[in-house]
């Protein structure tokens, strides 16, 4: 059964800091690996999805790497600002016997940018 | 505008009571999912359909419900079965297949009085 853990489970920060989350997977046989960003009270909005066959994928000030064979994912965060702040969730697709239908969801990282 | 509705935002119900969550998106995807969110936690797989008409169970169906009559509508069903449903529910979409975007809805709070 797939797992995702995303360490840490908090993160404080002081505003133009660069910052790394990490989401660590059990299975590497996932499809892709997908970024979100979820403010309280609220929906997930995608950030960034890397397909199995890519190494990183880039939007603004985030990047994200994806190493399969170690079952990680790193979310990078350049300048970080205030608006930033918010819960960051990881989530796979797939793995060793797991429909290619079914995500697998971290339970996040929750991120404060103090100004 | 193009996205996934969910309706209502908050839902109180009585215990013993079914209640129905509704989802609606017109972005012409395949996919359709229902997750369920409890307070500090990731999301866990209720129900997942990839066709209309079809449907299967994700990590936590026990108590729950699911149609997909419609391609654009995947309404949630809680049972009295549902021991302890109060929780913050998503729904999502995706164009078809595994390599595709999920997009979320708002979600509906709910709350077992």
């Known amino acids: 059964k797939q797992e995702v853990t995303q360490i840490p489970a908090a993160l404080s920060v002081p505003e133009g800091e660069n910052l790394v989350l990490n989401c660590s997977f059990t299975?590497?046989?996932?499809?892709?690996l997908q970024w979100f960003r979820q403010d309280p009270g609220k929906g997930l909005t995608s950030l960034l999805l890397?397909?199995?066959?890519?190494r990183e994928q880039t939007s603004g000030r985030l990047n994200a790497s994806l190493d399969k064979s170690s079952g990680r994912s790193t979310l990078y965060i350049a300048a970080s600002q205030p608006g930033d702040s918010a819960t960051y969730l990881c989530?796979?697709?797939?793995?060793?016997?797991?429909?290619?239908?079914?995500?697998?969801f971290g339970d996040g990282t929750t991120l404060t940018v103090k100004p | 505008d193009g996205g996934i509705t969910q309706s209502p935002k908050y839902l109180f119900r009585k215990e013993g009571q079914n209640v129905t969550l509704s989802c609606e998106q017109n972005?012409?995807?395949?996919?359709m999912y229902w997750y369920r969110q409890d307070p500090g936690q990731g999301l866990r797989l209720i129900y997942y359909?990839?066709?209309?008409?079809?449907?299967q169970k994700g990590d936590i169906a026990e108590g729950y419900s699911v149609s997909r009559e419609k391609k654009e509508s995947f309404p949630l069903t809680v049972t009295s079965a549902q021991k302890n449903p109060t929780a913050f529910y998503l729904c999502?979409?995706?164009?078809?297949?595994?390599?595709?975007?999920?997009?979320f809805g708002p979600g509906t709070r709910l709350t077992v009085l």
């Open positions: 359909s990839q066709i209309v008409n079809d449907f």
């Open positions: 299975d590497s046989a996932i499809y892709n």
């Open positions: 989530a796979v697709r797939g793995g060793y016997n797991t429909n290619a239908g079914k995500s697998t």
């Open positions: 890397i397909q199995s066959s890519q």
């Open positions: 999502a979409s995706a164009l078809a297949g595994s390599t595709d975007t999920q997009y």
């Open positions: 972005l012409n995807h395949d996919a």
